[in-house]
């Protein structure tokens, strides 16, 4: 028996979940084929979303019209801005969830998108036709058919998890791994290589001293992720807690080595340098004597815990005796033992801009199959992968995305032109423009294109409108508003900046780094009747005011240098141009760009190994 789609998606995880919803939402008859309904989009890890260059990210969704946001807003916990000490640019919203409710509220959107079947089963072969993808095949023959496949099949394809010296297949902790597609992508040609990751042990809230460690409380001022969300699941926020390792639990630890899969060579894939395991940090940083740790509630409703900073692949035994070793967890209790993972990924370097492969047509790979890691690195190439597929389906212009226009641009370029060497995680660092690129100003870049492409409803542009049109008011009412010393000098006195002794323009006063705009203006506002007071948003709309205001300067000129950067950048070069023939490009050159095969000159100059001198040459055989 078979079925026929338009997309099919293999993978009900973060990036599943929002490939298959946004194909949906463009109009394609789209099947979500998962191993486990009950855990779609499981948090696999910890239960949180956000944080440095992932909030920026999950912003980014969430303008373009995808779900992330929406249900980490539906399931928050304890919402908090990270990086306030720093310039807007590195301001980084982050949310602490109920791992189960996030799930189902997952769940509940998808059951209810039009267009969008579920299938529970193990995908286990592509239908390939020559170079075309057409189907897929499930453990019991059941077929499907389609125009689009996408796999996102995240950490289990062939997943083996590692406790110690035992090892069992799987794709995560009670979850059986996905067998049959790495090998036949493999025999098509396709190189598939090996990842490893790993999470800590979950422990039990009720053996927690929480009075000998740090508490963390989430932010005062109410925030959600998405614009479309009107209030969130926070009741009372729930807080995090620090503590730290010290000598004691190094000890342990290190006499545990020779029993680590890590270290005797057991465990073959490369791990994350940015996020190693417990066991790697005390190695590698031995001069340190100590490592912070980070202790979050799963939910409301629980009382496990996740240690963040503490993965580990070591004996249960040598875990549990680690663990006593820390301030506040000296009765602990565990719920499951910490362990690693390895799985096959694919080198994205396979390929094209639009997440489809360069060897078959049709067949789209997104999420950690691609060599990622993290949950929002994982839905923002599911988001990508989807509108693609429909895209690709009608012969439409594809979805590409610029460095300068969005992290999830920046992200995909990186992966299909640089390739990966270690699970790949986003930072700001790896942003060219992050002034240009700031969470507050996501639904500017992206909800009129997202709603173009038919995922952003008109109820989130109007809201983008609604904002904008705010926005320019108070900067309007702040470059006509005349304050004298009389009015403004007191606040001026209070918050520490110098007076002044005649009439100046309220904006004058604004673009000082000590004053706050919401105070401001509501010290100067008076009788005046200005919209976004009344607006449940007021407080993002006053500091998206304010930052255009102060770093109008630096905004400026960072996009003069984009926008002549991107002229050159997007100087397109031949697909069939064979670069053994331009002998004058260095042999490493040559090697990687006829393998990558870049499709801009931009993309060219970004790949390794690929020196700006073999760009000029590029340029001058172009004719530039």
Same mark, same amino acid.
């Given at each position: 028996?078979?079925?026929?789609?338009?997309?099919?998606?293999?993978?009900?995880?973060?990036?599943?979940?929002?490939?298959?919803?946004?194909?949906?939402?463009?109009?394609?008859?789209?099947?979500?084929?998962?191993?486990?309904?009950?855990?779609?989009?499981?948090?696999?890890?910890?239960?949180?979303?956000?944080?440095?260059?992932?909030?920026?990210?999950?912003?980014?969704?969430?303008?373009?019209?995808?779900?992330?946001?929406?249900?980490?807003?539906?399931?928050?916990?304890?919402?908090?801005?990270?990086?306030?000490?720093?310039?807007?640019?590195?301001?980084?919203?982050?949310?602490?969830?109920?791992?189960?409710?996030?799930?189902?509220?997952?769940?509940?959107?998808?059951?209810?998108?039009?267009?969008?079947?579920?299938?529970?089963? +193990?995908? /286990?072969?592509?239908?390939?036709?020559?170079?075309?993808?057409?189907?897929?095949?499930?453990?019991?023959?059941?077929?499907?058919?389609?125009?689009?496949?996408?796999?996102?099949?995240?950490?289990?394809?062939?997943?083996?998890?590692?406790?110690?010296?035992?090892?069992?297949?799987?794709?995560?902790?009670?979850?059986?791994?996905?067998?049959?597609?790495?090998? +036949?992508?493999?025999?098509?040609?396709?190189?598939?290589?090996?990842?490893?990751?790993?999470?800590?042990?979950?422990?039990?809230?009720?053996?927690?001293?929480?009075?000998?460690?740090?508490? /963390?409380?989430?932010?005062?001022?109410?925030?959600?992720?998405?614009?479309?969300?009107?209030?969130?699941?926070?009741?009372?926020?729930?807080?995090?807690?620090?503590?730290?390792?010290?000598?004691?639990?190094?000890?342990?630890?290190?006499?545990?080595?020779? &029993?680590?899969?890590?270290?005797?060579?057991?465990?073959?894939?490369?791990?994350?340098? &940015?996020?190693?395991?417990?066991?790697?940090?005390?190695?590698?940083?031995?001069?340190?004597?100590?490592?912070?740790?980070?202790?979050?509630?799963?939910?409301? %409703?629980?009382?496990?815990?996740?240690?963040?900073?503490?993965?580990?692949?070591?004996?249960?035994?040598?875990?549990?005796?680690?663990?006593?070793?820390?301030?506040?967890?000296?009765?602990?209790?565990?719920?499951?033992?910490? &362990?690693?993972?390895?799985?096959?990924?694919?080198?994205?370097?396979?390929?094209?801009?639009?997440?489809?492969?360069?060897?078959?047509?049709? *067949?789209?790979?997104?999420?950690? =199959?691609?060599?990622?890691?993290?949950?929002?690195?994982?839905?923002? /190439?599911?988001?990508?992968?989807?509108?693609?597929?429909?895209?690709?389906?009608?012969?439409?212009?594809?979805?590409?995305?610029?460095?300068?226009?969005?992290?999830?641009?920046?992200?995909?370029?990186?992966?299909?032109?640089?390739? @990966?060497?270690?699970?790949?995680?986003?930072?700001?660092?790896?942003?060219?423009?992050?002034?240009?690129?700031?969470?507050?100003?996501?639904?500017?870049?992206?909800?009129? $294109?997202?709603?173009?492409?038919? $995922?952003?409803?008109?109820?989130?542009?109007?809201?983008?409108?609604?904002?904008?049109?705010?926005?320019?008011?108070?900067?309007?009412?702040?470059?006509?508003?005349?304050?004298?010393?009389?009015?403004?000098?007191?606040?001026?006195?209070?918050?520490?900046?110098?007076?002044?002794?005649?009439?100046?323009?309220? @904006?004058?006063?604004?673009?000082?780094?000590?004053?706050?705009?919401?105070?401001?203006?509501?010290?100067?506002?008076?009788?005046?009747?200005?919209?976004?007071?009344?607006?449940?948003?007021?407080?993002?709309?006053?500091?998206?005011? %304010?930052?255009? $205001?102060?770093?109008?300067?630096?905004?400026?000129? %960072?996009?003069?240098?984009?926008?002549?950067?991107?002229?050159?950048?997007?100087?397109?070069?031949?697909?069939? *141009?064979?670069?053994?023939?331009?002998?004058?490009?260095?042999?490493?050159?040559? +090697?990687?760009?006829?393998?990558?095969?870049?499709?801009? =000159?931009?993309?060219?100059?970004?790949?390794?190994?690929?020196?700006?001198?073999?760009?000029?040459?590029?340029?001058?055989?172009?004719?530039?």
């Amino acid at each position: 028996m078979y079925f026929r789609y338009e997309v099919i998606v293999i993978g009900g995880g973060h990036a599943g979940c929002e490939a298959a919803h946004a194909a949906a939402r463009m109009g394609a008859k789209t099947l979500l084929i998962t191993m486990d309904m009950t855990k779609i989009a499981q948090m696999s890890c910890n239960p949180a979303m956000g944080g440095i260059a992932k909030g920026q990210i999950l912003r980014e969704i969430d303008a373009l019209g995808g779900i992330s946001g929406i249900v980490t807003d539906r399931s928050s916990i304890q919402f908090r801005m990270l990086n306030r000490s720093k310039g807007p640019a590195m301001w980084s919203p982050r949310a602490q969830c109920d791992r189960q409710r996030f799930t189902i509220e997952w769940r509940k959107i998808l059951e209810g998108t039009s267009n969008l079947h579920i299938w529970q089963e +193990q995908a /286990q072969k592509l239908i390939i036709d020559g170079d075309v993808a057409k189907g897929i095949e499930t453990v019991f023959g059941t077929k499907f058919y389609a125009k689009s496949i996408i796999l996102t099949n995240g950490t289990f394809l062939n997943g083996l998890m590692h406790v110690g010296f035992r090892r069992m297949k799987g794709g995560r902790s009670g979850d059986q791994s996905s067998t049959g597609l790495s090998d +036949q992508l493999s025999e098509m040609g396709f190189l598939v290589e090996r990842m490893k990751t790993g999470t800590s042990a979950r422990i039990d809230g009720r053996s927690i001293d929480f009075s000998r460690m740090k508490e /963390q409380r989430g932010d005062s001022e109410k925030r959600t992720f998405s614009y479309m969300s009107n209030e969130t699941y926070i009741k009372e926020q729930k807080s995090c807690f620090v503590t730290a390792t010290n000598s004691k639990v190094h000890e342990e630890i290190k006499k545990g080595l020779k &029993y680590s899969p890590l270290f005797t060579g057991v465990i073959k894939g490369r791990g994350p340098r &940015y996020c190693p395991s417990i066991e790697d940090k005390i190695v590698t940083f031995k001069e340190k004597e100590a490592h912070q740790l980070f202790i979050e509630p799963e939910g409301l %409703e629980t009382v496990e815990y996740y240690i963040n900073g503490f993965a580990s692949s070591l004996p249960l035994e040598v875990q549990l005796k680690a663990l006593r070793k820390v301030k506040g967890l000296e009765n602990v209790e565990i719920f499951r033992p910490g &362990y690693a993972i390895e799985y096959d990924f694919f080198q994205p370097t396979q390929l094209k801009h639009t997440l489809e492969t360069k060897k078959i047509r049709n *067949l789209y790979f997104a999420g950690q =199959i691609n060599g990622t890691t993290g949950y929002e690195e994982a839905a923002a /190439q599911g988001l990508a992968a989807g509108i693609n597929a429909v895209l690709g389906i009608r012969k439409e212009k594809p979805f590409i995305m610029g460095r300068e226009e969005s992290y999830i641009g920046v992200l995909i370029d990186d992966l299909v032109t640089k390739g @990966v060497d270690e699970p790949y995680r986003m930072f700001t660092s790896r942003a060219e423009y992050r002034i240009l690129l700031r969470q507050d100003n996501a639904d500017e870049r992206l909800t009129r $294109i997202g709603y173009e492409l038919g $995922i952003a409803s008109k109820e989130r542009l109007k809201k983008l409108e609604q904002k904008e049109r705010m926005v320019e008011e108070i900067i309007r009412f702040l470059g006509t508003k005349s304050l004298s010393p009389e009015v403004i000098n007191r606040f001026l006195q209070k918050v520490e900046t110098s007076t002044i002794v005649q009439k100046v323009k309220a @904006v004058a006063i604004a673009v000082r780094p000590q004053v706050n705009m919401k105070e401001l203006l509501m010290m100067i506002s008076g009788s005046e009747k200005i919209e976004a007071f009344n607006s449940e948003r007021f407080d993002e709309i006053a500091e998206s005011a %304010e930052i255009k $205001i102060k770093y109008e300067g630096y905004i400026q000129r %960072e996009k003069i240098v984009a926008d002549k950067i991107k002229r050159l950048g997007e100087l397109k070069i031949p697909s069939d *141009l064979n670069y053994d023939e331009l002998v004058s490009i260095s042999t490493e050159g040559r +090697q990687k760009l006829n393998r990558i095969k870049p499709s801009t =000159i931009g993309q060219a100059g970004r790949i390794s190994g690929v020196s700006p001198s073999d760009v000029n040459i590029l340029l001058m055989y172009l004719g530039r």
